[in-house]
Every structure is written in C-alpha cells, then in structure tokens.
C-alpha cells in the first residue's frame, strides 16, 4: 500500500490528498462532487487525488445499488475510505494477564483475546505469552500480520520513548528491558510502548468516562497506583516518562505501602496479590470490621495520592479505573476528601471501560500513529518525546 508522506511529488498535493483522504473518512461514501463541496477544491483536483487514493490502496468506488441502477439508470460514482486496507493491534501486559485488540483504520474491533500469565513469569515467558495471544488472535480473526500497520503496547512502569521500560518494579525483569526492540522482532509495523495508566487515560478519552473533558486524571488503582493525565486533550507523560507515577508517593516521608494498608493481619500482603486483596474487600462488603478499617485506609491513602495529582494539574475531571472501579461507595469518599484538599474540586467518575481501558488505549496510540502518518503533509510523524 502507497504512502501519502515523503514520496510524493509535491508539497500540495500532499496536502490535498490528506484533504480528501479527511472527508472521505468521514463518511461512510461521497460522491466527487460531494468530496468537491465538501473540500473547496476544484473537480479536477479532486479526481486526480482519488485516482491517486485508489492506487495507493486507501479508497476504492463504491458498488452501485443494482436495485436503484434499474430505476434510475447509473448514479454518480461514490467513493469510500478502505479501513479494511490495514489493521492495528493495542495490547496490554499486564502482571496477571495479556490482552489484546484487533481493529482497522477506523478504529472498529473486529475481535479481543485475553490470556491470563503468572505474576512470577519472567520476562521470556511473558513475551512469549504475547506473541501466541497476538497470533491466535489474528489466525482467528483471518487477518495477516503484514497488514498490520501499527501495534500499541501498555504495561506498567515508567517507559521512555524508546520503548525502554526504565523501571517497571511490578513485573520481573522488566526493568531497563527495551520492550519495544524486543516485540519488534515480530512486526513489520512501528510498535508504540506506553505506560498503563497513561492509556487507560487516552482510552477514557476517546471512549469512555473523559469523552467530553480534556483535563483528565485517570487513576490506575491498586496495590502500585498510578495515574495518567491528559492536559488540554493531550497526553501528558512528563519530561522522562514518570509523570503519575502516584505510587511513589509513600516514599515522601509515608513508609507504610498499601499491602500493609490493605491486611486483616500483622503480615502486609504479597506485592501484587490481586487476590488477597479481593478477598479483603469481599470481607469488607459482608461488614468484617478488620476488613472495612483496611479498607477504609486504603481509600483515605488513595484520596490523598490522587490530591496531590490534582492540586498540581486541577483537572476537570478524576475517572478511577482499575480493581477499585469495582469498589461500592468508592467515589463519594473520594469526592468529598478531594473537595477538603483541593482548591477546586474535580468531577469524579468510575470507568466506563473496566478492564479493557488499558488494551483501548493501546489501540488508540496506534490508531494516532496511522492518522498521523495518513494525514501528515511534511514527510514526517510527529516524534514521541
């Protein structure tokens, strides 16, 4: 399939095909007189840059009703976006599980897998359990994998531009892995690493709890919080990457971690433990005294992470995913202590996404990569910093 950046003979026809390419993907089909209103270009212009789409591979005419042809005669030629002409991967690796997406270029699941691994995995075996769930999920869903044209990968930890995970303390032997070098031995196509909490954040965004702010905290919550945030609709990840990182904050002079937080016991909860700490919440539903004070300061720990988020960035809006989205009564103490720390309160919601928001936002990275290099008209894509 032909590029519409750097080969090209000109600089504007560059820009009219990212034009026309714009209003073509807008519709479901138009017409060349449609795509000439629509655009402000001459007809001319617009039929030598369809001409030029369809031999790229990105647009293709449009069968005619047949029904409509013997009523009517033969209608004015329509012409539509071929998103079916490449596909996008978003995958999550995560401590417990692997999940990925399938979409094409406009975005639509064409279908999901998801593949639970150990937390103790090292990073071999981890890697490995992506490769076959990425292959199953293709084989399945009949797609070839030279027709991928980007794959967006999230994980924990503080990943730098690269694609380099400099510190990922939740998974072993993540940190200073180059995961991007290493999953791009299996893709032809630019493979996007990102931090978990950071997706989710963009998943909200786009279709989720955020679609309708552009100053967003999303929360990862769990026993290793972390956030993402958005800032006037863009992805905010810090001068290295780290921005978020919430979980660091017991490090300021609050020693106790939230498995000490989280335990009925005199014994702090194995790292990671989801399932301990589902059973403690359990427990605390069913009005288990020692489980609801854990409980109680888990949440007041959270609250007061996320303030300090919100004090620096002041938000529109806070949406909390991760476990704790699951967790009855979690946004009325979150509202109400951010309301007594924080100058202007932010709005609060619970995902909408649940566990797929960080698989989601990996699509979307993806998805942004491909609209860039689509629409771009100097050459180039816009680097990652």
């Not at 519409?4 to 009219?16: A, E, K, M, Q, V």
């Not at 794959?151 to 892995?177: F, N, Q, S, Y």
């Not at 409980?295 to 300090?308: M, P, S, Y």
Request: hydrophobic share 45%.
């Amino acid at each position: 399939m032909g590029q519409l950046t750097g080969g090209d003979p000109s600089l504007l026809r560059r820009i009219n095909s990212a034009v026309v390419l714009h209003a073509l993907r807008a519709t479901d089909a138009a017409t060349l007189t449609e795509i000439t209103r629509v655009t402000g270009l001459s007809r001319p212009t617009v039929e030598g840059v369809v001409e030029g789409l369809i031999e790229a591979g990105y647009v293709v005419e449009k069968a005619a009703d047949e029904s409509v042809v013997r009523r009517q005669g033969r209608p004015a030629r329509r012409f539509r976006f071929r998103a079916e002409a490449g596909h996008l991967l978003g995958v999550e690796i995560g401590a417990h599980r692997i999940a990925a997406l399938l979409a094409d270029l406009d975005g639509r699941i064409l279908g999901s897998i998801a593949k639970d691994v150990d937390e103790t995995a090292p990073a071999d075996e981890r890697l490995e359990r992506v490769r076959t769930a990425v292959a199953e999920l293709l084989r399945r869903a009949g797609v070839a994998r030279g027709s991928l044209r980007a794959v967006g990968v999230a994980t924990p930890g503080i990943v730098e531009a690269d694609g380099t995970v400099r510190l990922g303390a939740a998974l072993p032997e993540w940190t200073g892995l180059r995961l991007g070098e290493r999953l791009s031995r299996s893709f032809k196509c630019p493979v996007l690493v990102e931090n978990d909490a950071n997706a989710a954040a963009v998943a909200e965004h786009w279709k989720g709890a955020a679609t309708e702010s552009d100053d967003v905290v999303f929360v990862l919550a769990g026993l290793s919080p972390g956030a993402g945030s958005l800032i006037g609709g863009q992805l905010h990840r810090g001068f290295g990457g780290a921005a978020g990182e919430i979980g660091a904050l017991h490090l300021l002079g609050r020693e106790v971690t939230p498995e000490t937080l989280l335990s009925t016991t005199d014994e702090p909860l194995r790292p990671l433990d989801e399932h301990a700490v589902a059973e403690v919440f359990a427990q605390a539903r069913e009005g288990d005294q020692q489980a609801l004070a854990a409980v109680d300061r888990f949440i007041q720990r959270l609250v007061h992470d996320v303030a300090a988020l919100v004090l620096a960035l002041d938000p529109e809006l806070v949406v909390v995913g991760g476990w704790a989205a699951g967790l009855d009564g979690v946004l009325e103490p979150l509202h109400r202590e951010l309301a007594r720390y924080c100058l202007r309160p932010p709005d609060v919601a619970l995902s909408l996404l649940g566990e797929a928001a960080v698989a989601t936002g990996a699509l979307r990275l993806a998805l942004d990569h491909v609209e860039e290099q689509l629409f771009a008209v100097e050459g180039t894509v816009t680097a990652r910093r």
